[in-house]
């Protein structure tokens, strides 16, 4: 079957039944931000020791610095008064969130599964985040490469079509915005579309698509505000390499291969799809077993 992809917002059927749903995004302009930041922290400060360059102290650790890493941290430092460090193997983007194409659809989350509600959830705080920008006078647009593209999700055959009328209904049913577009109806609103008798689609006007790179930078600057108050620290190039004991059995340190951070409170792994192996290592001196079912995936996305 053909693969057609709109390069704003339209995506064939059968790429989301055995793969992640999003056309794949070149990760070449990845290589030229391999810069190693590092805040200095004030000697003496309100929550923080600091006995020596590689020897820190902070309320949490986030252990890395993907879209997750980086907002997690971005909600402890305005939402409470606690230190933050994060800390990555590379630099903000050199994981998934670097690759992602930053589409914010609902299009394809079925209602009642485990993910939905944390997709609506999300969709919801992303809106949210855009809306509380342009009220500070910002554009999201410029901050966060925020569009409301909406989604067109295209089935090729009759039965896939059929499928989506279906996947229409349920989405509207659960409260979105969601359109079948018969093959009349798709070939008035994407004239350049190679449309048939079988061909239709499901619209979902309210799905938006964000840029990563220009979020990441917003979420950096934002974070780094608190840099200055003693409050925020990034280890860059800095891979964790393992986790150290405390006497009660905690882990009292996260130790990179430059640092030691110490943590009073919590210690975050937010490592994308190294998290499963990266726990195991990180637990492995502690003769324990740590599964979490987390793991790296390939797919093949083509998009033209
Ligand atoms: C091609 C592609 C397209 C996608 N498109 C979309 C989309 O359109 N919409 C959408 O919602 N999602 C999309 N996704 C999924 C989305 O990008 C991810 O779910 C999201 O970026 C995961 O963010 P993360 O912070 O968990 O992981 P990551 O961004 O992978 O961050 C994990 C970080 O952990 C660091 N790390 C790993 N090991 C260590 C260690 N030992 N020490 C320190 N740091 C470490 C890594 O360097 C990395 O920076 C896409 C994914 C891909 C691959």
């Given at each position: ?73 971005r ?28 589409y ?20 919801q705080?992303?809106?949210m985040m ?26 090729r ?27 009349r ?11 048939d ?34 409050r ?23 130790q ?21 192996s ?27």
């Open positions: 079957m053909a693969t057609l992809h709109h390069p704003h917002y339209i995506l064939n059927f059968s790429s989301t039944n055995h793969c992640s749903p999003f056309p794949s995004h070149s990760s070449s302009s990845l290589t030229n931000r391999s810069i190693s930041y590092k805040y200095k922290l004030p000697a003496t400060g309100n929550r923080m020791t600091r006995s020596s360059s590689s020897d820190q102290a902070f309320d949490v650790i986030v252990v890395g610095a993907g879209i997750i890493g980086l907002t997690v941290a909600q402890f430092l305005m939402d409470s008064d606690l230190s933050v460090a994060i800390v990555d193997k590379g630099v903000p983007c050199s994981g998934a969130t670097g690759a992602g194409q930053g914010l659809w609902m299009t394809h989350k079925t209602p009642g599964t485990a993910t939905w509600d944390l997709s609506m959830r999300s969709h705080l992303w809106t855009a809306e509380d920008l342009q009220q500070q006078g910002l554009d999201p647009m410029v901050e966060l490469g925020w569009k409301k593209t909406g989604s067109l999700l295209v089935g055959t009759f039965a896939e079509s059929d499928t989506l009328k279906g996947r229409v209904k349920q989405l509207s049913e659960a409260g979105l915005k969601a359109e079948y577009l018969c093959s109806d798709l070939s008035k609103r994407e004239p350049d579309l190679l449309v008798k079988d061909t239709a689609a499901a619209f979902l006007p309210d799905d938006c698509q964000l840029d990563a790179h220009r979020t990441v930078t917003y979420l950096e600057k934002a974070n780094r505000n608190f840099a200055s108050k003693g925020y620290a990034e280890f860059y190039d800095d891979p964790v390499k393992c986790f150290i004991r405390s006497d009660g059995n905690g882990v009292e340190a996260v990179t291969s430059k640092n030691t951070l110490y943590s009073k409170k919590a210690v975050i792994v937010a490592a994308g799809c190294w998290t499963g990266l726990m195991q290592d990180l637990f492995r001196n502690w003769g324990m077993e740590f599964q979490v079912p987390v793991r790296p995936r390939k797919v093949c996305l083509y998009t033209t």
